[in-house]
Structure formats: C-alpha cells, structure tokens
C-alpha cells in the first residue's frame, strides 16, 4: 500500500520522529513522508513512533492509499523527493 504521513510534533521530539519515518518511507518535505509500505511495516512504525511521542501533545497523520492509481500529484516549485511511485 502506499502511505503518506504529516505531523505535527513538538520540537523537543521532532528529529526522533523524522529519523524513525526515513527508515520506513521517503521525506518529501518539512513534515511530510511517503511511499510503498507493507501492513506489517506500518505497524511496527506506529509502535516505535508511540513511544516517541506524547500522544497528549503531539499528532501524526496517516493517508492510507490502497491503489495509488487513484491517486495524481503535482508539485508546484521545486520537487525536493521526486518519488516514481506516484505522478
């Protein structure tokens, strides 16, 4: 499935979630990740975020996209990640 995922974290905490979303997906842009990822890498990401995060503090966004065929996406300016997953 294809993923993309925003945040929202507080400074404190915010590196901890990059480095741990960049061994599962591609960073786009400030706050934002995507890419192909299984249900099994999902899940074992979320567990690692969870214990990052202060769940009454900070918020992470998760898109789901079982056909990324559906899906168009277009930048405009620069593309920092250009990703041949999604056009």
Known sequence: MYLIVTYDINEERVNKVRKILRRYLN??????????ITEAKLEKCKMELSFVIDKDEDSIYFYLIENKNNVNKSTLGIDKNITDNIY
Request: net charge negative; aromatic share 20%.
């Open 27 to 36: 960073w786009v842009q400030n706050s934002v990740f995507e890419g192909e």
